[in-house]
Nanobody, 120 residues
Framework: QVQLVESGGGLVLPGGSLRLSCAAS????????MAWYRQAPGKQREYVAA???????NYADSVKGRFAISTDNAKNTVWLQMNSLKPEDAAVYYC??????????????WGQGTQVTVSS
């Protein structure tokens, strides 16, 4: 079993910054990538960013140039630095890990989410 614990959400003014963190623990094998998703009220969950253990990153167009994802492989931790936040960035942010178990079956695990509110 794998547990993901997110932290760092909160209320921020438009144009402000927040840094989210996500720590994974448990039976972790062969990580393919760790990622952040978000879900605003009344909307579907959407992809934000992902990072591989080798450090390859990928971002949704809506956050490119404003958000930065990073990782510490030794600690199975991923961060999301969010700058120049906009009201439309407000959502519950979820951390996800895709890993392959010892039998090479892909497994997705999700965190419980952390609320980000962008408002004046």
């Amino acid at each position: 079993q794998v547990q993901l614990v997110e932290s760092g959400g909160g209320l921020v003014l438009p144009g402000g910054s927040l840094r989210l963190s996500c720590a994974a623990s448990g039976s972790i094998f062969n990580i393919d990538h760790m990622a952040w998703y978000r879900q605003a009220p009344g909307k579907q969950r959407e992809y934000v960013a992902a990072i591989s253990p080798a450090g390859t990153t990928n971002y949704a167009d809506s956050v490119k140039g404003r958000f930065a994802i990073s990782t510490d492989n030794a600690k199975n931790t991923v961060w999301l630095q969010m700058n120049s936040l906009k009201p439309e960035d407000a959502a519950v942010y979820y951390c996800k890990i895709l890993m392959y178990d010892p039998t090479n079956i892909p497994c997705n695990y999700w965190g419980q989410g952390t609320q980000v509110t962008v408002s004046s």
